[in-house]
């Protein structure tokens, strides 16, 4: 069957998919959204288990503060009014053994001082540390993402030189330096075995986790209430609102390409349709090389996926539990005094996450608890489909409810439901390469692409367009988003109109 779709088709009904056609459907495009699966939000999701919503996306959300970075788009989008956010005190606590503590706070004069106390022959590295946080509130992430770097011109380039012009430095001394790197410059040995864990993920580039706990600090980086996949419905509302279309459950064997031009999208139940212009929001490879064939290939696109760039698949676990965990630091690292083997690999530490700042993710006096590791993407594809998997994610599991047994005495007699999500869970819900669920993983390394871009077309290809993190490297939620405006602002331009942005009135 063949159906005409208007203007614009979108595949993927994730935030950048949202954003797109949130941003076409203001300027005067019809859009049409398909999406594989039967909820919005794409990796932005939460899932609701016997009461407990367990979160898989946001622990932080640039833009939740007015007149901050990000948050103009955030409202012309309809995510943020009415909305409430929690802003934390303290963003994460690492514990050694012996029980000595980091307190990662988001004050960085109290930071600094619970540095000190910690060590005190490591003063000059930690004022430079805490001034550096200081700096960084002043930063504009999101001066680097307002506009399509095609489409500026002298002016705007000299504009953003000179906003940036003070922060070069800055970004130069902590931008080409990882967390893991920067722990070794430290003199005292807890410091060295803590700091790389201080921002959750040991390759971040220390600029990005600076940068973090400034945004913190100015309220720009809460988390919102109601968790990612309603933060997600609030632009699939938008989205509705403003006349789009989203069909669910609507999964695209192939771009439909005639004449080098894209042209529409045939699903798997061969219903075909065609719009002057396709835009994918959806996994990157997926889209290269399979709904187009791999017909539209250059040797740089050819090298971003073949395989030297890290990716992020995560196993997460879980936990509905029958305990009031409010009185707890919300998330702490625990450094093990022995390793244990998780997914064939040994840990030597273990995140723990709970929710309860926000009550609406579980019953009253109770608690959602999450354990999030790095793992192998390998290991889980390799057992996927045999029985061997589902006894593998048991396991895995007990082990490390077993090592919370020691940091929380009684909790095993409390978990009520466990829950297993591993990289092919994130595969199979999203399509996603190797079940990554932040495309590019952010290191010092691909810092370089994340500040260049990767381009949005491919070589040969008219009316098609590519958003989201696997063209925006880092792929944090704000980031993806803006993927989707700058396309529409590309879009007016080829078409010589005025690209429109609206602020619905506040709830």
């Not at 980091?102 to 106390?117: A, G, K, M, Q, S």
């Not at 608890?369 to 045999?386: A, N, S």
């Not at 990289?423 to 932040?438: F, I, K, L």
């Amino acid at each position: 069957m063949t159906n005409s779709s208007g203007d614009i088709i979108i595949i993927g009904a994730g935030i950048a998919g949202l954003s797109a056609g949130c941003y076409a459907q203001m300027n005067g495009y019809h859009t049409e959204i398909f999406e594989m699966h039967n909820l919005p939000g794409g990796l932005c999701t939460a899932w609701n288990r016997q009461g407990y919503v367990f979160d898989g996306c946001i622990h932080y959300l640039f833009g939740s503060g007015k007149d901050q970075p990000f948050h103009r788009m955030w409202e012309e989008l309809g995510a943020v009014q009415g909305r409430k956010f929690i802003d934390h005190d303290e963003f994460i606590r690492v514990v050694a053994p012996d029980g000595k503590t980091l307190i990662v706070y988001t004050n960085p004069d109290r930071l600094e001082h619970h540095l000190l106390d910690l060590s005190p022959v490591d003063s000059k590295l930690i004022k430079q540390f805490c001034a550096g946080i200081w700096d960084f509130t002043e930063f504009d992430m999101s001066l680097l993402q307002q506009k399509p770097k095609n489409l500026m011109n002298g002016g705007d380039w000299l504009r953003l030189s000179g906003k940036m012009l003070p922060f070069l430095g800055l970004l130069n001394k902590w931008g080409n330096i990882s967390a893991a790197e920067f722990a070794k410059l430290f003199h005292d040995p807890f410091l060295r075995s803590a700091i790389p864990q201080m921002f959750a993920w040991t390759s971040i580039p220390m600029m990005v986790g600076m940068s973090l706990l400034a945004y913190m600090y100015n309220k720009n980086a809460g988390f919102p209430v109601g968790a990612s996949l309603e933060f997600a419905r609030s632009l699939e509302k938008r989205y509705l609102e403003l006349g789009g279309k989203i069909h669910y459950s609507a999964q695209v064997e192939r771009i439909l390409v005639e004449d080098n031009r894209a042209v529409g999208v045939r699903l798997y139940n061969n219903q075909e349709y065609y719009a002057r212009r396709v835009i994918s929001a959806c996994d990157g490879r997926g889209t290269i090389f399979n709904l187009l064939g791999g017909k539209y290939l250059n040797k740089k696109i050819k090298k971003l996926y073949d395989g030297h760039l890290p990716l992020h698949s995560q196993l997460q676990v879980s936990l509905g539990v029958n305990r009031d965990l409010s009185t707890e630091p919300h998330w702490v690292t625990y450094l093990l005094e022995k390793p244990i083997a998780i997914a064939g690999e040994k840990r030597y530490e273990i995140g723990v996450k709970h929710y309860c700042f926000d009550p609406s993710l579980a019953p009253a006096e109770k608690s959602v608890m999450m354990v999030m590791l790095d793992t192998p993407y390998d290991y889980w594809q390799r057992i996927y489909g045999r029985s061997i998997y589902d006894a593998e994610q048991i396991q895995e599991s007990q082990i490390l409810i077993d090592q919370l047994e020691q940091f929380y005495p009684g909790i095993k007699a409390d978990i009520e439901f466990v829950d297993v999500a591993t990289p092919v869970s994130y595969e199979r819900y999203t399509g996603n390469w190797q079940g990554s669920n932040c495309g590019w993983l952010l290191t010092k390394e691909t810092m370089g692409l994340m500040v260049a871009g990767i381009e949005k077309k491919l070589p040969g290809l008219d009316n098609f367009y590519a958003i989201g993190q696997w063209v925006e490297p880092g792929g944090s939620v704000p980031i993806v988003a803006m993927s989707g405006r700058n396309i529409i602002q590309q879009i007016c331009h080829e078409d010589k109109q005025e690209f429109i942005s609206l602020n619905p009135i506040a709830q």
